[in-house]
């Protein structure tokens, strides 16, 4: 196998004979959104992409994308290397049996800790996808999150976001409903907040980690946590803010 035989150039996290997990970089698309792809716009994993199987023809063989990051999202992501497999893993997704707990910066002060159930309504059109909240209907989005610091000069707080359901755009959503938008969020966010925030911090993405996934291996059936360090950008900023992550 030559040396440009590789399935991605994420770092990855863990890669065993059917799954392979990747560190995903802000800015690298989980998987391309239209056969018309920008070819200087970097995907997760290598290779030409079917809409359909959800899977990546990589130089290194086929690779079957299990679920999804935004684009301005950092995390763990994870894919199958064989087709079986993938119809495990996603049946783990469907059956709510995967654990995900996200880092997010926020603006403001929340609770110690509580939990979001929301109605999400998605729309697409002209390219683009936005996520609303409609008052009045049944949940069908949930999250519980935990306030791990908050640094009172910039009023922006640390949570850790165990992420019940997986709707587009639903962190960020969640949370700008109750005024607290994440930082850097460049479509639901305070605009004014993301400016001075880029002056004074640097902070020049979306403060969204996918910190952690925790599920059956579709193989073994031993219980498997998979932890994406912070990034080395938000690792600066919430080291300035004085936040520890564990």
């Known amino acids: 196998m030559s040396e440009a035989a590789v399935h991605t150039h994420c770092p990855i996290l863990h890669q065993d004979r059917f799954i392979i997990v990747v560190n995903k970089p802000a800015g690298v698309l989980s998987h391309p959104n239209s056969a018309k792809i920008d070819p200087k716009i970097r995907c997760a994993f290598e290779g030409r992409y079917d809409l359909d199987e959800k899977c990546f023809d990589s130089p290194a063989g086929k690779v079957w994308l299990i679920h999804r990051l935004d684009q301005d999202t950092s995390g763990v992501l994870l894919a199958a290397l064989d087709e079986r497999t993938a119809e495990k893993c996603r049946a783990l997704f469907e059956a709510d049996a995967v654990k995900k707990h ?7 002060h929340p609770p ?6 929301d109605h999400l309504s998605i729309s697409r059109g002209a390219g683009r996808v936005r996520t609303t909240v409609l008052k009045g209907r049944p949940a069908n989005a949930e999250l519980h999150y935990q306030l791990l610091g908050h640094h009172t000069e910039q009023r922006l707080s640390l949570i850790d976001i165990a992420l019940i359901t997986g709707r587009t755009h639903q962190i960020r959503v969640q949370a700008a409903s109750r005024q607290h938008p994440l930082a850097g969020d460049d479509v639901y966010g305070d605009f004014d907040m993301n400016r001075r925030l880029r002056q004074q911090l640097g902070l020049k993405r979306l403060a969204l980690h996918a910190r952690q996934l925790t599920f059956k291996h579709p193989a073994s059936g031993y219980s498997t946590t998979l932890v994406a ?10 080291e300035t803010l004085g936040f520890t992550v564990g």
């Open 102 to 108: 996200y880092l997010a910066i926020v603006r403001g």
């Open 229 to 238: 360090p912070l990034p080395p950008d938000l690792a600066a900023v919430a």
């Open 112 to 117: 110690a800790k509580d939990t979001w159930l």
